[in-house]
């Protein structure tokens, strides 16, 4: 599988931002797909997840509320759309996918084998 992010920029606080992921290779609909990001002399952390149905979605505490993963499978696109950004949102942005994934998992990078090549967001106060 291979992933084409984008969507990032250079936004102000308050603005909103939707990143798209393009899958190519294999259809996504099969696959759990994330959403990282990583900020400068930060670990990677997880953003969103959403299984294959698109049926369950999970946030990290911080994006809860602001931030909403979909995925169209007829596309072979997942999208996190982003409000009401804050200048801690700041990061490259990447996704990631991959099969058979626990729940316990879909929140760290190591379980995901398939990555983007990441797009940068960027939040002036």
């Known amino acids: 599988v291979q992933l084409q992010a984008s969507g990032g920029g250079l936004v102000q606080a308050g603005d909103s931002l939707r990143l798209s992921c393009v899958a190519s290779?294999?259809?996504?609909?099969?696959?759990?797909t994330g959403w990282f990001r990583q900020a400068p002399g930060k670990e990677r952390e997880s953003v969103a997840a959403?299984?294959?149905?698109?049926?369950?979605?999970y946030y990290a505490d911080s994006c809860k509320g602001r931030f909403t993963i979909s995925r169209d499978n007829a596309k072979n696109t997942v999208y996190l759309q982003m409000n009401n950004l804050k200048p801690e949102d700041t990061a490259v942005y990447y996704c990631a996918t991959d099969l058979g994934l626990l729940t316990s998992t879909l929140r760290i990078a190591a379980a995901y084998n398939y990555w983007g090549q990441g797009t940068q967001v960027t939040v002036s106060s």
């Open positions: 290779g294999r259809t996504l609909n099969i696959y759990t």
């Open positions: 959403i299984r294959r149905s698109g049926g369950n979605t």
